[in-house]
């Protein structure tokens, strides 16, 4: 077995604990507009969870694109309240939810400094879905901003799990796919795509924020990043 040299990380759930952040953030933006005065916030969230992941179906099914998720659930959830919102009111939400999210996201000092010393033995590469401001913005808040090799789907205008977000990574960085670890909480979006292209996986067990349950995966798994630099040594 070729020893690995190279680690592409995904960033929310899996370099940080976004999902606890998002829920935070999910209710504070749902009282700061005021909608918390139409149904409750648990009401709403659990039809709002119920929804996306109506859509997610969809997605997989290549009937929805991803980046078109986000206002589809809101605009479909709110209809339920006699609501019905514009993309402008989907991009006030948003904007506001995502400043409440800079504002949770905290340094992990020392996490930082084992993955600061991960950077003189690997080379480091951030692989992620996502708006190119936003996901910049919290690599800065988190101090991660200067410790990857930065590929951002909005910036490629690939987004996983095509595997070209996989491949550009590989052709551009000169790796070879046998010696480069995809480490990820998603098994449709990291896992997957990164195993038929022959690259080692590591699935960061953390339940996203819309999901009831874990899905079941019987490769190499951890809790959380700290738990993975510890274990690296010994994959």
């Given at each position: 077995m070729k020893k690995i040299k190279n680690l592409i990380f995904d960033l929310d759930n899996t370099l940080y604990d976004f999902s606890t952040v998002w829920k935070k953030?999910?209710?504070?933006?749902?009282?700061?507009l005021g909608y918390d005065k139409i149904t409750s916030y648990d009401e709403f969230f659990t039809a709002y969870k119920r929804i996306n992941n109506e859509l997610m179906k969809e997605i997989h099914r290549g009937n929805l694109k991803l980046i078109n998720l986000r206002n589809e659930r809101l605009i479909k959830t709110m209809e339920i309240y006699g609501l019905h919102l514009t993309l402008?009111?989907?991009?006030?939400?948003?904007?506001?939810?995502?400043?409440?999210?800079?504002?949770?996201?905290?340094?992990?000092?020392?996490?930082?400094?084992?993955?600061?010393?991960?950077?003189?033995?690997?080379?480091?590469?951030?692989?992620?879905?996502?708006?190119s401001y936003e996901q910049r913005l919290k690599l800065k808040k988190l101090g991660l901003d200067e410790l990857f090799s930065l590929y951002i789907s909005e910036e490629t205008k690939v987004s996983k799990p095509k595997p070209q977000a996989l491949t550009n990574i590989l052709d551009n960085e000169n790796l070879i796919a046998g010696e480069t670890m995809m480490v990820g909480d998603s098994i449709f979006y990291d896992i997957k795509p990164a195993?038929?292209?022959?690259?080692?996986?590591c699935l960061i067990e953390k339940k996203w924020h819309f999901d009831d349950k874990i899905v079941h995966y019987e490769g190499c798994k951890v809790k959380n990043i700290n738990e993975f630099i510890e274990k690296l040594e010994m994959l």
């Amino acid at each position: 077995m070729k020893k690995i040299k190279n680690l592409i990380f995904d960033l929310d759930n899996t370099l940080y604990d976004f999902s606890t952040v998002w829920k935070k953030s999910n209710k504070l933006v749902f009282e700061y507009l005021g909608y918390d005065k139409i149904t409750s916030y648990d009401e709403f969230f659990t039809a709002y969870k119920r929804i996306n992941n109506e859509l997610m179906k969809e997605i997989h099914r290549g009937n929805l694109k991803l980046i078109n998720l986000r206002n589809e659930r809101l605009i479909k959830t709110m209809e339920i309240y006699g609501l019905h919102l514009t993309l402008e009111d989907c991009g006030i939400y948003y904007k506001k939810q995502f400043d409440f999210i800079i504002d949770c996201i905290e340094p992990n000092e020392e996490l930082n400094e084992k993955l600061k010393k991960l950077s003189k033995k690997y080379k480091l590469i951030l692989l992620t879905n996502g708006k190119s401001y936003e996901q910049r913005l919290k690599l800065k808040k988190l101090g991660l901003d200067e410790l990857f090799s930065l590929y951002i789907s909005e910036e490629t205008k690939v987004s996983k799990p095509k595997p070209q977000a996989l491949t550009n990574i590989l052709d551009n960085e000169n790796l070879i796919a046998g010696e480069t670890m995809m480490v990820g909480d998603s098994i449709f979006y990291d896992i997957k795509p990164a195993q038929k292209l022959g690259l080692k996986t590591c699935l960061i067990e953390k339940k996203w924020h819309f999901d009831d349950k874990i899905v079941h995966y019987e490769g190499c798994k951890v809790k959380n990043i700290n738990e993975f630099i510890e274990k690296l040594e010994m994959l």
